[in-house]
């Protein structure tokens, strides 16, 4: 089954949207006048493509962050542009610019360390008319490859958020040159380190976008990796004997489903509250009954478990939170099982070796709260997106979304819950410190402007268990076979697609109360859908109401508490000394990195890094 553009244009025109035709053609020599002398860009590429086209990376090592091509693109012309500077830092840029135009402006992130264009996470979003960006930050890298950001500070920054920043300034200014008008909105979808962009340009820059969806965004980075390096240790230093294997996380997995799902008021194979579930840890205990050892746990086995899926904190200050640990319903095999052979995951010493210490032979085994501090003062490339107070953002008319699996065995939920409460705080007038949040405070002071979406049953940005619904056109999520690749395949409406919800909350005042994933057999549109059930704006939560389980109408939105996590404590910048290892130059102190944003308002901060253009 395909369908085209055509299906979403009702919608679309529901929302007001006007199409318009581009008013130049796709001639690199008019293309490339578009930006001015004073920008320091330089047009790469000017690329007539024709609909149902192909189009993309062109292969690992042109592109490592995203080297596949998008296929069953409508009408466009993809562009990319080179922007340079006087201290030789550079980034690119890429636009896709449909025939037809909607009026406004898309951008899509980047992943993990990564640093490419993405043509294939564009394409999706062009379906619905948008013109859109995706820059590589800076750098070529896949997403485990952080080696670029050893001793980079022009790199760090970059990446951190002047890239996507000043590529979205020059996209609007192509599209006004290409379409001879002005985007009339422009919005940003990304998940995972892309949700990090979307979330540090809405506080950095909040002009950028009038809607930003961000989906399980690792927004405090200098916390977030090395608790990836953490949270293995237990396994990793513990005795042979006492080492939690794949199969003991595989029975731990089991016995949460066998308790957690009936808590949660309906028995259907998925925990939709991993964080109110009262887990009883006895069961999985060896005895007399229960004598297999490669399922049950002995005593120091469990208490390896205990660790693993218990937050980080540092008990030399009170037992304060470091960063919450995998939810109940979390596979946590990938960063603390058997696979690791002998060391943490790179996802977390990768972040320390190259953005912190500046040293590739920095001991894991050396881990301990003060590197989170010296982390935090250093705050490498100022890509924290730790800004609580979003009163600009809201006073513009922006708006935000952000969603996350609640079995994410990745970038653990609690951290979406922390961020969400930590806001909540500063936004009624209180702190960071203010916290641990009281679990029944009203949400009134963020839910005309930023709305969290948890997903039950879904796992980093997509998937999941096999049976809970997750699709609703997020960024980061694949769409189901034998379909056109975008929207939701028959449900192209703001109930079921963030992406129109978005739009409909920004453009006609029309609030997401509820978003609707679908699941289909086999994940594939052809089979026909399997479940669909409504997801709610944190706290509240989906309750069964009787009927047909798999049918969204069964199910109701209804009031629910804050999980009251304790608020993270972030070390101020430029509070502990930068390490000093052989390879750390002057210039990349955290005060001189800082330097790189102190330029006047009205210019973009990069001029202290060479860029010369005035934004």
Known sequence: ???????????????????????????????????????????????????????????????????????????????????????????????????????????????????????????????????????????????????????????????????????????????????????????????????????????????????????????????????????SMPNLLADPADNVTDAHFDQFAAEVLRQCDPQDGRLDQVVSDPYGCQFDYTPLLCNSTFTNNTLCFSTNQLSVLKATYGSWVDTADDNALIWPSFSLSAEATGLAGSGLDGAPSTFGTAYVENFVMNNTNWDWHTLTASTVTLADSLDPGQANADLFDLSTYKSNGGKLLTYHGLSDPLIPTGGSIIYYEQVLAAMNGGSASSMAQDTNASTSALDDFYRLFLVPGMAHCSRGNGYAPWYFAGGGQEAPANSSGYSVPGFEDAQHDIVLALMAWVENGTAPDSLIATGWHEQDAAQGVKMQRPLCPYPQQAKYVGGDETAASSWSCESGSLVGFEAVTIAKEGSADPPVTATTTASATSSNVAAMYAAPTGVLAAAAMGFLFVL
């Open 1 to 231: 089954m395909r369908w085209s553009s055509s299906t979403l244009v009702p919608t679309l025109v529901a929302l007001g949207t006007p199409f318009v035709v581009a008013t130049t053609t796709c001639d690199p020599t008019i293309i490339g006048a578009i930006l001015g002398p004073g920008t320091n860009a330089t047009l790469k590429s000017a690329i007539i493509v024709g609909g149902n086209g192909t189009y993309g990376g062109g292969g690992f090592a042109k592109d490592p962050d995203f080297p596949g091509n998008a296929t069953g693109l409508p009408a466009l012309c993809a562009v990319e542009f080179n922007i340079t500077s006087t201290l030789g830092a550079y980034f690119t840029f890429g636009m896709y610019l449909p025939d037809v135009w909607n009026n406004r402006l898309m951008g899509a992130g980047n992943t993990g360390f990564g640093g490419g264009i993405d043509w294939t996470e564009m394409a999706p979003l062009v379906h619905y008319g948008f013109a859109t960006v995706s820059t590589d930050s800076g750098h070529l890298s896949g997403p485990g490859d952080a080696s670029w950001a050893n001793d980079s500070p022009k790199h760090l920054a970059l990446w951190g958020s002047i890239a996507l920043h000043a590529s979205v300034v020059l996209a609007k200014q192509v599209v006004k040159g290409y379409y001879g008008d002005n985007a009339t909105y422009s919005y940003f979808s990304a998940c995972s380190g892309g949700g990090r962009q979307g979330l540090k340009d809405l506080q950095a820059y909040p002009e950028d976008f009038d809607g930003v969806i961000a989906g399980a965004a690792p927004w405090l980075l200098s916390h977030l990796h090395p608790w990836a390096v953490h949270v």
